[in-house]
């Protein structure tokens, strides 16, 4: 709790500167149509470091970003969501000299949402970042900003490396909805994709390539999805998931 409340202060202070079956059962699309994301008109609030990061811990600084971390996002930094919270949000990371993460989420007006402490894959993949269920609701048609700071020493600092995107809530068709409660296929991942709904899109193809790891037909929407929204370098990258403190 001691630790929490000294970062929650310095990230203030900082500003955010930036069931199983022994036999596999593959979830196919209806038709053989290419999965890609169609992105929404809306645009990420103007206080935002638009997904990059500052170097990464123990890597070169002037180096490429996306060799280092990255968010999981369309390129105009936002992503929508119809569920009253997301069932995940996604970071690349590779691997660096720290071994812990600060991941927070605070709405417009600056006003903490959640907060948790990642510990940090030794190997370089997709983080999967999960929002507890006893978190309440996010609020229709507002904007939501999450960030991942790196501990690059023994606490967070100014210059600790960071990484930011948005989520913005929407009303969604109720029958849309209520499919993304049931279970996943990639006939509904393709009709969230057409519906702009990227957080639902990233996390269902996440579940099913989780559940699926040998089925083409997933891995090839998995990739050609990142790929729609320029995240072609990172497409066959593993997803992992972390420790949340």
């Known amino acids: 709790m001691e630790k929490k409340s000294k970062y929650r202060y310095l990230l203030l202070g900082i500003g955010f500167l930036l069931s199983v079956s022994t036999i596999p059962i593959w979830v196919t699309p209806s038709t053989a149509q290419k999965v890609t994301f169609k992105p929404s008109d809306i645009s990420a609030p103007t206080q935002t470091s638009g997904g990059a990061s500052r170097g990464i811990c123990g890597a070169d600084k002037t180096g490429s970003v996306i060799d280092n971390m990255k968010a999981v996002i369309p390129s105009n930094n936002i992503g929508l969501t119809m569920a009253e919270r997301p069932q995940g949000i996604y ?121 699926q790891p040998s089925n083409p037909a997933v891995n090839t929407a998995w990739q050609q999805v990142l790929t729609s929204v320029g995240l072609e370098p990172i497409a066959n990258a593993p997803i992992i998931e972390v420790q949340q403190q």
């Not at 100014?158 to 849309?176: C, F, H, K, Q, Y």
Request: proline share 4%; net charge negative; glycine share 4%.
């Open 91 to 211: 970071v690349y990371i590779e691997p660096n000299t720290a071994k812990e993460a600060v991941f927070s989420m605070v709405d417009e007006k600056g006003n903490e949402y959640y907060m948790t402490t990642l510990n940090l894959p030794d190997k370089a993949g997709v983080m999967e970042i999960k929002l507890p269920d006893s978190l309440p609701a996010l609020q229709m048609n507002k904007n939501y900003k999450w960030s991942v700071l790196m501990i690059c020493g023994e606490e967070l600092d100014a210059d600790s490396p960071a990484i930011d995107g948005w989520i913005r809530r929407v009303e969604g068709d109720r029958n849309l909805i209520n499919q993304t409660n049931q279970v996943a296929s990639l006939d509904l991942v393709s009709e969230l994709a057409n519906n702009s709904v990227w957080y639902e899109t990233v996390s269902l193809l996440a579940k099913l390539k989780q559940e």
